[in-house]
């Protein structure tokens, strides 16, 4: 299986229990999320505005409320997260509009692995963009303004182009271990004169900045042969 960062959340959300347990003991059997489940639309409204989802999949048929208009909704709480409708018709391109706000769209019945697919092709495009919001140790990441939140304490931690580009590198490739080199080459480019030195000093200033003890590092690791992020 595709190396992937282990514990994204999703929500399903879907009126009928047969398909949403079936979902929820689908995504229980892969270490790559963290399943919960709404079966109405102001369920699912309560719980995306109450915890963070890398993906939502949305029933286009819910028993209480207009799928469109909860997809709106989500969007106006301010979720960016990447939305997939489950539909049993055609015209899943009308929840594509702007203003409904949906990413994509499949078409029931469908299997797991394409809509394991899908879902994994735009986490990837949402983590890469402005709108993302991630969790380092226990920080909330928001590499679109180079901020760190403290989620306990709202404390906010600004960074530099730099310490954002390595934490969101660091990130994207979940646990493994990057070399110094690699990552050069990611922060800096593969034309860059910049040395390990240059590297290892924005690492210093960087644990300076989101660790509690930077003598005994908690959340950027130091490997043989490189960093890592602690899971």
């Keep these: 299986m595709e190396n992937m960062i282990p514990g994204k959340k999703v929500l399903i959300v879907d009126g009928k229990t047969a398909l949403l347990e079936m979902l929820n003991e689908q995504f229980q059997l892969l270490e790559e999320f963290i399943p919960s489940v709404a079966n109405s639309g102001a ?8 915890d963070r989802f890398e993906v939502i999949i949305l029933d286009a048929n819910l028993p209480d409320m207009d799928s469109s208009e909860v997809c709106r909704l989500m ?3 301010d979720i960016r997260s990447p939305i997939i409708m ?24 469908f299997r797991f692995i394409v809509l394991l697919a899908k879902m994994r092709d735009h986490i990837r495009q949402y983590e890469h963009s402005n709108y993302a919001i991630l969790t380092i140790g226990p920080y909330s990441f928001q590499p679109g303004v180079h901020l760190l939140m403290k989620k306990n304490t709202k404390k906010k931690i600004h960074l530099t182009d730099k310490e954002t580009a390595i934490l969101h590198y660091l990130y994207r490739v979940g646990d493994k271990v990057v070399g110094r080199d690699v990552l050069l080459d990611e922060v800096w480019g593969y034309n860059s004169d910049v040395t390990t030195h240059t590297l290892e000093t924005h690492i210093y200033r960087l644990r300076q900045k989101i660790e509690e003890d930077p003598s005994n590092t908690q959340i950027l690791l130091t490997e043989p042969g490189g960093y890592r992020l602690a899971p």
């Design 43 to 50: 369920e699912a409204l309560m719980k995306s505005n109450k």
């Design 86 to 109: 489950l539909t049993e018709s055609s015209n899943g391109e009308n929840f594509l509009r702007p203003d409904v706000g949906a990413n994509d769209y499949i078409i029931k019945p």
């Design 75 to 77: 969007r106006s709480n």
